[in-house]
C-alpha cells in the first residue's frame, strides 16, 4: 500500500518564477492538507482540500493556491516566487469520510524547494 | 492564539539513557495532542496522540506521554534512548474544525542527538 507521495522531491527556481509541487494522498484517504517548513521550524498549515475545494487556509498569501482532482491528488502552486518561499513542503493526507477527529495525518517525505 | 511551545532546541542523550522532550500548549478547548518524528530526509511519523480519557498515552518505538492540564504540558519520554531514535521531534495541537478534522499547529521542533 503506497504511502504519501510527492514530486518533485527537489527543485530550484529563481525569484518570480512560478511553481507546482504535486501529491498523491494514501490509498483510501480523500483530505489533503499541504504544510510549509523553513529550515529550523516547525510545518506551516497552508490549507486543506476536499471534495476538489479548498476548506481551510492558513496565513498565507494568495500567491499559495492548490487544487484537487476526482481521484483525490492535489497540486500547490506558488507564484511570484520570493527567497523567503524557500523550502520543505509537505503533503498530508487524511480521511475525512472516517468521521470525527482522528488526527491521523500521513505525511510525504515532501518536495525541497530552493529559490535563488 | 493557539501555539506549541517546545522549550529546548537541541538535546543530547547518551544511549541508554533516559529521555524527556517537553511541550506547552496553548489552546482555548480541549486539545488534540500529537507527537510526531522527523528523521533527516524523511515526513514527519505520527508517534503518539492524545484525544481524551488516560492522561499517559503509550505510542510506537517504545515512547509515552503524558497528558497534564493545569501545566499545559504533553511531554514526551523514552526510559532507555536507541541511537536510531535520533532525530528531530515535534509537537502538535490539532484544531478542530466544524466537527471533523482541522489543521494540525507545531512547535519549532527538538533536535535529538544520541550519543554511543
Do not use: M
Not at chain 1, 523550502?87 to 524547494?113: I, K, N
Amino acid at each position: 500500500d503506497a504511502g504519501v507521495t510527492q514530486s518533485p522531491t527537489h527543485l530550484i527556481k529563481t525569484r518570480g518564477q512560478q511553481v507546482t509541487l504535486r501529491c498523491s494522498p494514501k490509498s483510501g484517504h480523500d483530505t489533503v492538507s499541504w504544510y510549509q517548513q523553513a529550515l529550523g521550524q516547525g510545518p506551516q498549515f497552508i490549507f486543506q482540500y476536499y471534495e476538489e475545494e479548498e476548506r481551510q487556509r492558513g496565513n498565507f498569501p494568495d500567491r499559495f493556491s492548490g487544487h484537487q482532482y476526482p481521484n483525490y491528488s492535489s497540486e500547490l502552486n506558488v507564484n511570484a516566487l520570493l527567497l523567503g518561499d524557500s523550502a520543505l513542503y509537505l503533503c498530508a493526507s487524511s480521511d475525512r469520510l472516517a468521521g470525527g477527529w482522528t488526527g491521523e495525518l500521513f505525511f510525504g517525505e515532501g518536495s525541497r524547494l530552493t529559490v535563488l | 492564539a493557539q501555539s506549541v511551545t517546545q522549550p529546548d532546541i537541541h538535546i543530547t542523550v547518551s544511549e541508554g539513557a533516559s529521555l524527556e522532550l517537553r511541550c506547552n500548549y496553548s489552546y482555548g478547548a480541549t486539545p488534540y495532542l500529537f507527537w510526531y518524528v522527523q528523521s533527516p530526509g524523511q515526513g514527519l511519523q505520527l508517534l503518539l496522540k492524545y484525544f481524551s480519557g488516560d492522561t499517559l498515552v503509550q505510542g510506537i518505538k517504545g515512547f509515552e506521554a503524558e497528558f497534564k492540564r493545569s501545566q499545559s504540558s504533553f511531554n514526551l519520554r523514552k526510559p532507555s534512548v536507541h541511537w536510531s531514535d535520533a532525530a528531530e521531534y515535534f509537537c502538535a495541537v490539532g484544531a478542530h474544525y466544524g466537527g471533523s478534522q482541522g489543521n494540525l499547529i507545531f512547535g519549532k521542533g527538538t533536535k535529538l542527538s544520541v550519543k554511543p
